[in-house]
């Protein structure tokens, strides 16, 4: 394993600089706040006009500045373009992380994470005439979408059964429908993207609630060995929350968050992937404070604005470990697959739910990439790092439908 003092944090800047930038409290940091706050009437203009310009135009705006910027690195030196956490690095890894880095000098609030995060569009924007099904039940308590991406010869479809991410305060289905249609066709399934509740509006309960909803919802369509389970981030939390609660009882329901909530019987899917899921609600460990320093998503901005709020989010600060699912039991689970890095904020809790799924005789699998960063293989399209672990996720799905 490479340790994090092997790395190079920061761009390789001097700490007398950063820390100015990055501690709170310092001087630089105050400046910067000052300034954000300010630019705040602009910033709240450019917005409103950059969410009128359709995804697939901005698509196209992305490409081409992507492709400019790829072609500059090659023509810097190397002491200057190749300046990401380790020398092993892609030029297109060092790129991005010389681009990522200077977001973290933004201060974060709601608006600016919803808005960060409903950009997930302009990487993977969803085809032009994607078959998309409104689902909406308020009966059963069920959001969302259904895609369908499977071949039109395949009678009954594998659905892929998306959970987006967001820390539980952005991100939504809609937006992640591109990237959930890139993965539904790669392996020849249909897509079902719930839109679970998200905070400080409401809870995690109330998440984990709409996804075995969803599934119970979904159930009704496809046997459970027809579904694969797709987290990212805080939705694989809640992705594995639910298989926590698909484990069988003997009357075949389940009473949920104390609230004597009735399901339907929900079975084990053929499988999971956990794509960086974040599992654990109590206070952030050393080691997850320690990658934030070097993770271009969590970064220590987004741990100082989130983790005030988590005791509010899991409904109370006395229900924190009763929210995290990696302090859940882990018997009778379907097979696993845990993507991540161990250079990102969320490994220490991956590492962690690997071993308790091993020693409850799950198959488990871990994917474990250095020096990159939370969710990374959602950047297939700018890395080959992570376009290379996209195929070995999809290769252990397709292994999955041909084992059953």
């Known amino acids: 394993m490479v340790h994090v003092n092997a790395v190079r944090p920061n761009l390789g800047l001097p700490a007398r600089l950063t820390d100015v930038l990055l501690q709170p409290g310092t001087t630089g940091r105050r400046l910067i706040e000052v300034m954000s706050t300010l630019a705040s009437p602009v910033e709240f203009v450019v917005c409103h006009f950059w969410r009128c310009i359709p995804a697939s135009l901005k698509h196209v705006a992305l490409v081409g500045s992507w492709y400019t910027c790829c072609a500059v690195h090659r023509v810097l030196p190397g002491w200057l373009a190749r300046r990401g ?20 000098l933004v201060p974060l609030n709601l608006r600016r994470i919803r808005f960060s995060l409903a950009q997930m569009d ?26 369908h991406t499977a071949p039109a010869t395949t ?25 959930a249609e890139r993965y539904a066709r790669k392996l020849g399934f249909d897509a079902f993207l719930v839109d679970y509740r998200r905070c400080p509006e409401h809870t995690i309960d109330d998440a984990v609630l709409d996804g075995c909803r969803a599934y119970a919802w979904l159930l009704k369509r496809v046997p459970a060995s027809k579904v694969i389970f797709f987290g990212v981030s805080s939705g694989g939390g809640v992705a594995l929350r639910v298989l926590q609660h698909a484990v069988g009882t003997p009357t075949g329901q389940s009473t949920l968050f ?42 220590q901005g987004l741990i100082e604005f989130v983790e005030p709020m988590i005791g509010a989010m899991c409904g109370g600060e006395d229900r924190r470990r009763h929210c995290s699912p990696v302090l859940h039991d882990m018997d ?23 071993e308790k799924a091993k020693a409850a005789n799950v198959d488990v699998q871990i994917q474990a990439l250095p020096f990159m960063c939370h969710a990374y293989v959602l950047f297939a399209w700018f890395l080959p790092e992570a376009a290379t672990a996209e195929e070995e996720l999809c290769a252990w799905m397709k292994a999955k439908t041909k084992s059953y």
């Open 85 to 104: 956490l380790s020398d092993s690095l892609s030029l297109e890894a060092h790129a991005l992380s010389n681009l990522m880095w200077w977001g973290r």
């Open 122 to 147: 302009i990487g993977y924007p969803p085809s032009f005439g994607l078959k998309i099904e409104h689902v909406y039940d308020p009966m059963e308590g069920v959001k969302g979408f259904y895609l």
């Open 155 to 179: 009678e009954t479809p594998h659905v892929l059964f998306w959970f987006y991410g967001g820390a539980f305060l952005g991100g939504d289905a809609w937006c992640n429908r591109g990237i």
């Open 258 to 299: 104390g609230e004597r909530t009735k399901l339907d019987s929900l079975q084990q899917p053929l499988g999971a992937v956990l794509c960086s899921p974040w599992m654990r609600y109590t206070p952030p460990s050393q080691r997850l404070r320690e990658n934030a320093c070097l993770d271009w998503i969590v970064t």
């Open 332 to 354: 009778g689970l379907c097979p696993l697959l845990v993507s991540t890095s161990e250079h990102e904020a969320c490994w220490a809790e991956s590492a962690e739910v690997v």
